[in-house]
């Protein structure tokens, strides 16, 4: 039961969002965030047509957020520059992607002081869950 639970409360994202983003693709994007897994940053993720299944011929656009704890953000130096990396490498293989284009004037690496609780309820954290109906 616990398991379904949690697979009811997480974010859906549409069918054909998620067959834009091939095996190799989730392979660059999870090993683009491996350095965020000490929960040092938080990847979120704006579908502007995230209640859309789009035809092949429409693009999803999306803004992608790098949220950085605090104390991360103010006091290391090594850390943040990890983050910027990781992002830069992130947005650059999503938006390679046909059929995703991310907004790169929206995206960025915010501190976790300054991600408003609009945004967050505006974004989904990045899941590979999402992903996972794929065989």
Same mark, same amino acid.
């Given at each position: ?41 938080? /990847?979120?993720?704006? %579908?502007? &047509?995230? @209640?859309? $299944?789009?035809?092949?011929?429409? !693009?999803?656009?999306? +803004?992608?957020?790098?949220? /950085?704890?605090?104390? %991360?953000? &103010?006091? @290391?130096? $090594?850390?943040?520059?990890?983050? !910027?990396?990781?992002? +830069? ?47």
């Amino acid at each position: 039961m616990a398991w379904y639970a949690l697979r009811a409360g997480r974010p859906s994202w549409p069918d054909a969002f998620v067959k834009r983003i091939d095996k190799d693709t989730e392979g660059a994007l999870e090993a683009a965030i491996e350095p965020l897994k000490e929960d040092i940053a938080e /990847v979120r993720l704006g %579908i502007v &047509e995230k @209640d859309l $299944e789009l035809g092949d011929d429409q !693009s999803y656009h999306v +803004a992608v957020y790098f949220v /950085v704890d605090a104390e %991360i953000w &103010e006091g @290391d130096v $090594e850390g943040r520059a990890a983050i !910027s990396t990781a992002f +830069a490498t992130f947005v650059s293989k999503l938006n390679a992607c046909d059929g995703i284009e991310v907004d790169q004037d929206l995206s960025e690496v915010v501190s976790g002081d300054e991600f408003t609780w609009q945004e967050t309820r505006a974004t989904d954290e990045w899941n590979f869950a999402n992903l996972s109906h794929r065989e």
